[in-house]
């Protein structure tokens, strides 16, 4: 099979790792992909935003699968596209990507079905959020409606920083049409979980749970970035929230999307909160998650191709998926500056002493070839993942592996999955 892998990240380059280990693979694709996917994988100069170059190219080139990584060509109708030439592609189309694009859209949706999840009120015009902001107790979560690159959502402590957040959003449009409509939400107390299903339009099957660290600085300080590490499994999961998680949020998630005939086949991953009442859905991602991938795959027996193709096809009940009973820790070491400005250009060393570490994978994110060396290239530049019998190994065998590159001015955190150790800590305030 010809598979094209889209986007350029850390997860885009555990998917074309764990992929090119199938054995129905014989080409894999990336576009546009970095210095790591390059040595998987063939490299394609097009951006992940060209929609009708990827179709001119998986047809071009009688591309069997392609596998979209990244949330905004999902977003902006890809699926739908390659849908309209034939073409198999995997992801939800542009209406049931809703789920992830539009905020509102699943909120109203939780609220229809009862899904458990932080009161919330939306508002289009900024005078009424402004007033409902003298009344509502603090602290809140002001969220923007549309993608904001994990920006779009602000933790307001008091009046003076919600309002000038939602003058930011509404009236200056710091996130321009994103944020043109906000949510304004109960803050949640509790840990974070990740949960991937893989949705088949009908049925689903679960993929181990994993936890992201989503502050830039150590001690959950700073501020939300893309993701600067995970692990696998989650420590604050196990069976009884499995069966709230079936029964409570995705059963009626399923019954609300039937409802609304929206048929969403791929990858949904409910970012949730445990608080002592239970899962809440924080809000729902239509994709696989970035840097929760790196942890997962890694621990994934089986093989990933024809899970996709189940997704697809509507038979993924029929699907079981085998895992590494290991935990798996990974560490992204990110540019100076990140998630703001930040620098590139800067050679990256060390990259084959740690890949000889067992247990250790690296993936790629910002990276890029240049003649004989690998330079820095984004935000996020590695994701160093390590397999450990216990969540302490896995810890130690990734830092060592970390310790092992280097490139100018590498920021990175030292204490992931850290507080996974320590039990209940309240990871935000
Ligand atoms: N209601 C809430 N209570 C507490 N924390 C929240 C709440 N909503 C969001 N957060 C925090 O903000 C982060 C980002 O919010 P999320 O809804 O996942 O948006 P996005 O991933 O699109 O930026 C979450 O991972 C969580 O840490
Ligand atoms: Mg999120």
Not at 20 to 37: E, K, V
Not at 188 to 203: F, I, Q, R
Not at 236 to 256: T, V
Request: net charge neutral; hydrophobic share 40%; glycine share 8%.
């Amino acid at each position: 099979m010809k598979i094209l892998v889209i986007g350029n990240g850390g997860r885009e380059h555990a998917l074309a790792w764990k992929l090119r280990q199938s054995p129905h693979a014989d080409r894999i694709f990336c576009a546009p992909g970095n210095a790591g996917t390059s040595q998987i994988a063939e490299n394609v100069p097009i951006r992940a935003s060209d929609l009708p170059g990827l179709v001119g190219f998986a047809k071009q080139n009688r591309v069997d699968l392609t596998v979209v990584g990244p949330d905004d060509p999902l977003a902006a109708g890809i699926i739908d596209l390659f849908a309209a030439e034939k073409l198999r592609a995997f992801g939800p189309d542009k209406s049931a990507a809703r789920i992830e694009s539009s905020k509102i859209f699943a909120k109203e949706l939780m609220r229809a079905r009862k899904i458990p999840t932080a009161e919330a009120r939306t508002f289009s015009n900024s005078k009424e959020a402004l007033r409902y902001c003298e009344q509502v107790k603090f602290p809140v979560v002001i969220k923007a409606d549309g993608l904001a690159l994990g920006k779009g959502v602000i933790i307001a402590r008091d009046s003076a920083t919600a309002k000038a957040t939602i003058d930011e959003m509404m009236n200056q449009h710091r996130f321009g049409d994103a944020g043109r409509r906000i949510v304004i939400e109960e803050f949640l107390h509790g840990t974070e979980c990740s949960m991937h299903a893989l949705l088949d339009g009908k049925h689903y099957v679960l993929l181990e749970s994993a936890r992201d660290h989503k502050r830039a600085w150590d001690g959950d300080q700073g501020p939300n970035t893309g993701g600067m590490g995970s692990f696998s499994p989650a420590n604050n999961w196990n069976s009884k929230l499995q069966s709230l998680f079936d029964s409570e949020i995705m059963e009626p998630l399923l019954h609300g999307l039937l409802q609304e005939c929206v048929t969403f086949r791929g990858l949904l991953y409910p970012g949730l909160i445990i608080t002592r009442d239970g899962p809440r859905v924080l809000e729902f991602n239509c994709r696989f998650g970035d840097p929760e991938t790196q942890a997962l795959l890694p621990r994934m027996k089986s093989d990933l191709l024809p899970l996709l193709e189940a997704t697809i096809d509507g038979t993924i009940e029929r699907c079981a998926i085998e895992w590494d009973a290991r935990t798996a820790v990974t560490v992204v070491l990110a540019s100076a500056g990140y998630p703001g400005k930040y620098e590139t250009e800067k050679s990256i060393s060390g990259l084959d002493e740690a890949a000889k570490l067992d247990d250790v994978q690296i993936f790629h994110a910002g990276t890029k070839r240049d003649g004989d060396e690998v330079k820095t290239a984004g935000g996020r530049v590695l994701a160093v993942t390590a397999l450990g019998l216990t969540l302490e190994a896995a810890r130690a065998r990734a830092y060592q592996a970390v310790s092992r590159i280097d490139f100018e001015n590498r920021h990175y955190r030292r204490d992931i999955a850290l507080n996974a150790v320590a039990a209940n800590v309240t990871e935000l305030l």
